[in-house]
Nanobody, 124 residues
Framework: VQLQASGGGLVQAGGSLRLSCAAS????????VGWFRQAPGKEREFVAA????????YYADSVKGRFTISRNNAQTTVYLQMNSLNPEDTAVYYC??????????????????WGQGTQVTVSS
């Protein structure tokens, strides 16, 4: 499976963006999907994840209440709606997936497939 992340850009603090992660080659139906981000000089960190069915979602404490992860019914695209953005959210955002029917991992090392990343920049 190949993943394509898109939707990043430049936004002012308090603004919103929606990131998309599209799968090609096969659907996401057996995959847990996560979003991770990496700021310059920092480790890649977990942001959010959604289980294979879309019935359960998980968030880092830093984004809980501001970000929402979802997936469409055809299981071809996963979204990350980001509201109330602040400069600390500035990073390259990556989507990733792996076959999993349980609780999605928060560890990036467990994910087999990665998108290319999309830059999110929040100005103050």
């Amino acid at each position: 499976v190949q993943l394509q992340a898109s939707g990043g850009g430049l936004v002012q603090a308090g603004g919103s963006l929606r990131l998309s992660c599209a799968a090609s080659g096969r659907t996401f139906s057996s995959y847990a999907v996560g979003w991770f981000r990496q700021a310059p000089g920092k480790e890649r960190e977990f942001v959010a994840a959604i289980n294979w069915s879309g019935g359960s979602t998980y968030y880092a404490d830093s984004v809980k209440g501001r970000f929402t992860i979802s997936r469409n019914n055809a299981q071809t695209t996963v979204y990350l709606q980001m509201n109330s953005l602040n400069p600390e959210d500035t990073a390259v955002y990556y989507c990733a997936g792996y076959v999993n029917y349980g609780v999605p991992s928060r560890a990036h090392s467990n994910y087999n497939y990665w998108g290319q990343g999309t830059q999110v920049t929040v100005s103050s």
